[in-house]
C-alpha cells in the first residue's frame, strides 16, 4: 500500500508554519497570565491570613506570656526576671521558626508559572522534531 505523498510548497509550509506558531504563542501566554493570577491570589490570601492572625494573636499572646512568667514565679520559686527571660527566650525560637517557614512560602519560585514554563518546553522540543522529520529526505520505497 503506498503511503500518499503530500506535495506542499514552501511558501505554504512556512504559512502554516507562522500561523501554528501565532496561535500557539497566544494559547501559551494566556495560560501564563491565568496560572500567575492564581498564584498571586493565593499569594495575597496567605499574607492576609498571616496579617490578621498577628493582630489577633498579639493581646492573647501577651497575656498567656505574663501567665507563664507568673507560674514559673510560683511554682519554682524563680525570680521574676528569670522567669521572664526562660518564657521571652522559648518564644523567640518559637518565633524565628515561624518567620523562616512564612518566608520560605513567599518564595519567588512559588509565584512562576510552572506548568506553562513546562509546556512551552515541551512544545519546543516537539517543534524540533516536527522540523528535523520535515527536513529528513524521503525516500521512494
Known amino acids: 500500500m503506498p503511503s500518499p505523498n503530500y506535495q506542499r510548497s514552501v511558501p505554504d509550509i ?48 501577651v497575656i498567656l506570656l505574663q501567665a507563664g512568667v507568673a507560674a514559673l514565679t510560683d511554682a519554682y520559686g524563680l525570680a521574676t526576671y528569670w522567669s521572664a527571660l526562660i518564657v521571652g527566650g522559648v518564644v523567640l525560637i518559637v518565633g524565628i521558626i515561624m518567620l523562616s517557614i512564612g518566608n520560605s512560602r513567599l518564595k519567588l519560585k512559588n509565584i512562576a508559572p510552572s506548568r506553562t514554563i513546562h509546556q512551552i518546553q515541551r512544545d519546543a522540543e516537539v517543534a524540533k522534531e516536527k522540523a528535523s522529520q520535515d527536513n529528513e529526505p524521503r525516500r521512494a520505497a
Open 14 to 61: 512556512i504559512g502554516d508554519l507562522f500561523s501554528q506558531l501565532t496561535v500557539l504563542l497566544r494559547k501559551e501566554t494566556q495560560l501564563a497570565r491565568v496560572e500567575v493570577s492564581e498564584n498571586m491570589a493565593s499569594l495575597a490570601g496567605g499574607i492576609g491570613l498571616m496579617v490578621a492572625g498577628a493582630v489577633i494573636l498579639i493581646p492573647a499572646l
